[in-house]
């Protein structure tokens, strides 16, 4: 099983700001098969990112994802209030998904 | 629109078994596969499992293995998930979601239910 580890476990950054959550891989994700989801309070998750770098339909284009093997990153280029949320990244190179324990973004 | 739209929720005993409908309209019931996801209060994300709606293939988390069932109506366009032998920790909110996959394995998630909360409690 694959397990995904993200940092941090909170960024509390101003708006406006930058965010950049990482998530790395105990093991290289075939294909680069990683997913980033954003879950509001409440709220089921909503997918952003899958592929590692594509964007969904109707992601806005300050959500952007990068890297390979094992290690990951989804950054907002600039925070926004309704941002605030737990974020998700999910691998599917390997037949068992596995999720990692989420990054809580908070707005100073 | 694409919709996920599930059961209730449930208030079971331990030991007891649950089982989950998720009715889907929108698309093609069968060019796309159900994964089933639960939440657990306060806690991350955990898969437990995908089904072809296709095919019927299906594969699922290790620890769910033997407790853990996933069945696809096509006449309905409803996936169902049954689990039994409940513990306390099965307490969770359960969603299903449409997995943007092939008919020989899980991928990603695009569209996801609202949720059914199952409480495991005596």
């Known amino acids: 099983e694959i397990v995904l580890t993200q940092s941090p476990g909170t960024l509390s950054l101003s708006q406006g700001e930058r965010a950049t959550l990482s998530c790395r891989a105990s093991?290289?994700?075939?294909?680069?098969?990683l997913a980033w989801y954003q879950q509001k309070p409440g709220q089921a998750p909503r997918l952003l990112i899958y592929?590692?770098?594509s964007r969904a339909t109707g992601i806005p284009d300050r959500f952007s994802g990068s890297g390979s093997g094992t290690d990951f990153t989804l950054t907002i280029s600039r925070l926004e209030p309704g941002d605030v949320a737990i974020y998700y990244c999910?691998?599917?190179?390997?037949?068992?998904?596995?999720f990692g324990g989420g990054t809580k973004v908070e707005i100073k | 629109q694409i919709q996920l739209v599930q059961s209730g929720g449930e208030v079971k005993q331990p030991g007891a078994s649950v089982k989950v409908a998720c009715k889907a309209s929108g698309y093609t019931f069968i060019d796309y596969g159900i994964s089933w996801v639960r939440q657990a209060p306060g806690q991350g994300l955990e898969w437990m499992g995908w089904?072809?709606?296709?095919?019927?293939?299906?594969n699922s988390a290790q620890r769910l293995h033997g407790r853990f069932t996933m069945t696809t109506d096509t006449s309905t366009n409803t996936a169902y998930m049954e689990l039994n032998s409940l513990r306390s920790d099965d307490t969770a909110m359960y969603y299903c979601?449409?997995?943007?996959?092939?008919?020989?394995?899980?991928?990603?998630?695009?569209?996801w239910g609202q949720g059914s909360l199952v409480t495991v409690s005596s």
């Open positions: 979601a449409r997995d943007h996959s092939s008919g020989s394995r899980a991928y990603y998630f695009d569209y």
């Open positions: 999910q691998q599917y190179g390997s037949s068992l998904l596995t």
């Open positions: 592929g590692a770098s």
């Open positions: 093991q290289s994700v075939s294909s680069n098969d």
């Open positions: 089904i072809s709606s296709y095919n019927g293939n299906r």
